[in-house]
């Protein structure tokens, strides 16, 4: 399945769309997060441009609740937009299932602005020789939507020093990429936390929020182009454990970082 059927939805009225989840986007448990988080995005994306936003408007920022887990079949999806001024635009959007909620969600689109410009964020980490493929075999299908190639350190339940993914990344519908892919991407892997303990732990996540630094609002790869991306879980304590990640495009900029707040335990 390409992308743009992925994020398919059929509208109802102007505010209102319905998406159909499928067997490919199953997760560790029901509906993997990301993709429900990327077709709210689609939804609120839909509602803005009917109502006449300046084409430069891009998202830049957006936060996921989720409130209950999804399953496989229909979501119904609405869009509130909270406030418009003349550069900033917000909304909320709600997911929900046979009438209850499943996701809450808040998004920031904005056209450019005047500001400083710098980066003391990490430099992306060295592609080193010996990479393996993810496994995207078994319980987790949406893992087969994105052809990924590991660190060759990067392994799950191998009680590792730190709980860290290191990857190489490409859509496997080939590019451009969008917001509503990018936005699924950030929380399209398992949790990090899963490289450091030996054995099966829950870690289900309660929030995601993920940040785009960059205003182009599409992102092209080449044939042989990869996404680099690093999800670290640097604390964990009481049963919760937070997740920050940061994702590079191939010339090494930093394209959007993410942060997770994730039941541990």
């Given at each position: ?21 499928g ?11 990301g993709?429900v988080?990327a ?5 609120a994306e ?5 109502e ?12 996921f609740?989720?409130?209950s887990?999804?399953?496989?079949g229909?979501?119904?999806?609405e869009v ?8 900033m ?10 009438g209850?909620t499943t ?13 400083p410009a710098?980066?003391d964020?990490?430099?992306?980490p ?9 496994d ?8 087969a ?8 350190d ?7 020093d730190?709980?860290?993914w290191?990857a190489w990344c490409r859509p ?6 969008d ?10 892997f398992?949790p ?6 030996t054995?099966?732990?829950r870690?289900?996540t309660?929030?995601y ?7 182009a609002g ?20 009481d049963?919760?454990?937070?997740e920050d990640?940061?994702i590079w495009?191939?010339?090494g900029a ?6 997770q707040?994730r039941l541990?335990?």
């Open positions: 399945m390409n992308w743009t059927e992925a994020d398919a939805l059929e509208q109802l009225d102007q505010h209102r769309f319905t998406a159909t989840v067997e490919e986007w199953s997760s560790l448990q029901g509906v993997h997060g993709y988080a077709l709210a995005v689609a939804a839909r509602v803005l441009v009917a006449g936003v300046d084409a430069a408007t891009t998202l830049r920022a957006a936060t609740g989720y409130v887990g999804n399953r496989l229909a979501l119904e999806i509130e937009v909270v406030r418009r001024g003349r550069a635009i917000a909304s909320h959007v709600r997911v929900a299932q046979d209850r996701t809450v969600a808040r998004l920031h689109h904005s056209t450019p602005w005047d500001g710098y980066s964020a990490p430099p992306p060295d592609r080193p020789d010996g990479l393996v493929p993810l995207s075999t078994g319980r987790a299908n949406h893992l939507n994105v052809h990924t190639l590991l660190h060759p990067t392994t799950v339940f191998a009680g590792a730190r709980s860290e290191l496997r519908h080939g590019s451009p990429i917001a509503t892919w990018l936005t699924m991407f950030g929380d399209y398992p990090a936390v899963f490289t450091r303990v054995g099966p732990n870690a289900v309660i929030e929020a993920i940040q785009i630094h960059s205003a599409s992102w092209a790869l080449g044939d042989h182009d990869e996404l680099v991306a690093r999800m670290h879980t640097f604390h964990s304590a049963g919760f454990a937070v990640g940061w495009l191939p010339d930093l394209l959007a970082t993410t942060r707040t541990a335990g």
